[in-house]
């Protein structure tokens, strides 16, 4: 007698990041309730489950749901307002003069909403935010169905959202509360950077995040002028700051990462530590190449994220994982530095593992979370395929997504997202703020 489960997918390949390299000729994938429940040869599935919903992808791969480890979703409204200047020029004399016109709780939800869409168009499911209003950003991700972190941000000096480090922690942790429960929505710490928050305030992160058992999402080290600031400001570089004041653990994503001494990667794998690295963003803003194979070589996870839309200009982890396996070998002048199937769990198992979410998200495991990701190589731009896991990273495109599952509900379906909002309502909303920033 079969057993009643919610749904069955049938692709072509199932790449289920664990164990490592493993490629599974048509398997089967069954879902209930949201979890995985069997992940079993077709002819096996097809017997033992009765599907109230079932796919069939022949040509496609079945990879689990990608993590952007590091993303500032609202700021897709700003994609490509100003390009090809350095970090603290684009900030100082674009990005931030912006910011304090027109950063408000309408322009959060509208710029999380665009970036949302685009997640999902490329095989995104899970997103690691930071940016001002997070009350509307977890509304956003909740209602297009999509798990994040919402992370509240931190900062020392007065912004739209709140005036010093302890109103943004008082507000924040208010919208932390209010969501306190939710399946899909969680919350960071989210102090924007060492220079950005003085050491009360980062000692106050480090006690809360022990307190509430939260994670801390923080850039540190993005550009070689941030530490020599802060060894003239504070006599030691920013992560020995950081250690001092109690914020190095398991529960820091340390974003960027691009300048560390061999006695930094070190001191990030001894406190378990983990990095989100963000190559294309890194490579925009000419920050630097993050040295990732001496970091995966201290053992140091791992993840990536896209930064925001301003500075990328696309919120795309395909694009990052090809990126990423690239820059390892042009940096390292190595080409078996950083293999596909390296990037591939950087883009899944890595960023579910610095969220703290490895046990539910990240690999195709029975017990998991049914966050999954189909991709079509149905294309002569596809043909042939001898390995799977080396076209995911080296040929396709999110454009070749054709289905996105989030804890078992359809999210993306023949490459149409399913949200509430239509496609010209999308563009109606990103040409408004266009004008108004113009």
Known sequence: MSTAVDLLIHPHWLVPVVPDKAVLDRHSVAVHDGQIVGVLPQDEARAHYQAADEYELPAHALIPGLVNLHAHAAMSLMRGLSDDLPLERWLREVIWPAESRHVSPAFVRDGTLLAAYEMLRGGITTCNDMYFFPDEAAQVFAETGMRAVVGLVVLGLPGAWASDA????????????????????????????????????????????????????????????????????????????????????????????????DTELALLARHGCSVAHCPVSNMKLASGIAPVPAMLAHGINVGLGSDGAASNNRLDLFQEMRQAALLAKLGSLDASVLPAHTALHMATLGGARALGMEDSIGSIEPGKRADLCAVAFDSP??????????????????????????DGKIRVRDGKTLLQIGYNELLALASLWQTRLV
């Open 381 to 406: 731009l596809m043909s042939p395929c001898f390995d799977p896991i080396f076209h995911l990273v080296y040929v396709s495109d999110r454009q070749q997504v054709s289905h996105v599952w989030i």
């Open 166 to 261: 302890d109103d943004y922690l008082r507000k924040g942790l208010a919208v932390r509360d209010k969501w306190r429960g939710h399946p899909l929505v969680s919350f960071a710490l989210a102090p924007h950077s060492p220079y950005a928050v003085a050491d009360s305030g980062l000692e106050r992160v480090a006690c809360l995040a022990a307190e509430l058992d939260l994670p801390i999402h923080m850039h540190v080290h993005e550009t070689a002028n941030e530490i020599r600031e802060s060894l003239a400001a504070f006599g030691v570089r920013p992560l020995a700051r950081l250690e001092r004041l109690g914020l190095l653990g398991p529960n820091l994503t340390a974003v960027h990462s691009v300048h560390l001494l």
